[in-house]
């Protein structure tokens, strides 16, 4: 992959995962610098900063493997985390009670399967390595 491609992909993932830090960690900063639309909604930006910080994973992980899947899982699970987080800590503002056990329970196997294809990924590599 060339050097272009590679630095935008880094790029890219630098800005999601700031931007997504940012708007999980400190939505209120983050609404009145950037997102300046009314009202303020602090579910909205705790779930944007999750699935930027998916998006930011997902093409950190890109610049390391070339596996399709393991990239998505890589995203998905770190948004998804990132998200269940996000609905235990609002749990009060709203939303259905069972939420953050769904989404909690999503995360752990979108974790459990990113896991067990980083590994087969892993001894794929080293076998390829061997031969």
């Known amino acids: 992959m060339s050097r272009f491609v590679n630095a935008v992909v880094a790029l890219g993932a630098l800005f999601f995962l ?8 400190w939505p209120h900063s983050f609404y009145t610098t950037v997102a300046t639309f009314p009202p303020f909604n602090l579910h909205l930006f705790h779930d944007a900063g999750a699935f930027q910080l998916g998006i930011g994973a997902a093409l950190l992980a890109a ?5 399709a899947l393991l990239v998505g ?3 998905g699970a770190a948004g998804a985390v990132v998200h ?3 609905h235990v800590v609002d749990r009060n503002l709203g ?6 056990w769904t989404l909690s329970g999503l995360a752990l196997l979108l974790v459990v399967a990113t896991v067990l294809r980083a590994r087969s990924e892993l001894s794929d590599t080293a076998r390829r390595k061997q031969t």
């Open 95 to 100: 939303g259905n009670p069972s939420d953050p």
């Open 73 to 75: 899982l890589v995203g």
């Open 63 to 67: 610049l390391f493997t070339r596996d």
């Open 18 to 25: 700031a931007g997504g830090a940012w708007a999980f960690l």
């Open 84 to 86: 269940a987080i996000s």
